[in-house]
C-alpha cells in the first residue's frame, strides 16, 4: 500500500534549522515515496536500519543520514494506504537524552 506521510511540514521545518540534514531527509522522503507496505515488517524491508517499537505501540524509529538523526513516527494501516505519523524529528544526541531521562515523544517544536 502507499505510503501516507503526515505532517511533511515538520521535515522540512528541521531541515530549515538544520541544513546538513537535508540530504539524508530528502532521500528518506524519496524512498518513502516508492514504499509500498502491507504490513509492519515491510517497513523494515524499505528502511534496513529503522526499529519498530514494542508490541501493538505502532511506533517506528528511522535512522537517518548515517544515523546522525533520528525520527519516531506512528503508523496505521488502513484499507488503501498506510498512513504515517510524524511524531518526533531531532539528532541521535536529542534522541539518546529523551531515552535517557524516560521522556515521552511528542512533536519536536522549532
Given at each position: 500500500?502507499?505510503?501516507?506521510?503526515?505532517?511533511?511540514?515538520?521535515?522540512?521545518?528541521?531541515?530549515?534549522?538544520?541544513?546538513?540534514?537535508?540530504?539524508?531527509?530528502?532521500?528518506?522522503?524519496?524512498?518513502?515515496?516508492?514504499?509500498?507496505?502491507?504490513?509492519?515488517?515491510?517497513?523494515?524491508?524499505t528502511?534496513?536500519?529503522?526499529?519498530?517499537?514494542?508490541?501493538?505501540?505502532?511506533?517506528?524509529?528511522?535512522?537517518?543520514?548515517?544515523?546522525?538523526?533520528?525520527?519516531i513516527?506512528?503508523?496505521?494501516?488502513?484499507?488503501?494506504?498506510?498512513?504515517?505519523?510524524?511524531?518526533?524529528?531531532?539528532?541521535?544526541?536529542?534522541?539518546?537524552?529523551?531515552?535517557?531521562?524516560?521522556?515521552?515523544?511528542?512533536?519536536?517544536?522549532?
Amino acid at each position: 500500500m502507499r505510503v501516507h506521510l503526515i505532517k511533511t511540514e515538520t521535515i522540512e521545518d528541521f531541515a530549515l534549522l538544520n541544513p546538513q540534514s537535508r540530504i539524508p531527509l530528502a532521500a528518506w522522503l524519496s524512498k518513502l515515496k516508492f514504499a509500498d507496505w502491507q504490513n509492519p515488517a515491510d517497513i523494515q524491508d524499505t528502511f534496513l536500519k529503522a526499529d519498530l517499537l514494542g508490541s501493538g505501540t505502532n511506533r517506528v524509529v528511522f535512522n537517518i543520514g548515517g544515523n546522525n538523526y533520528r525520527m519516531i513516527c506512528k503508523y496505521l494501516f488502513g484499507d488503501k494506504q498506510v498512513h504515517l505519523f510524524i511524531c518526533w524529528l531531532g539528532s541521535h544526541a536529542e534522541y539518546d537524552q529523551i531515552c535517557k531521562n524516560g521522556n515521552q515523544f511528542s512533536v519536536k517544536k522549532y
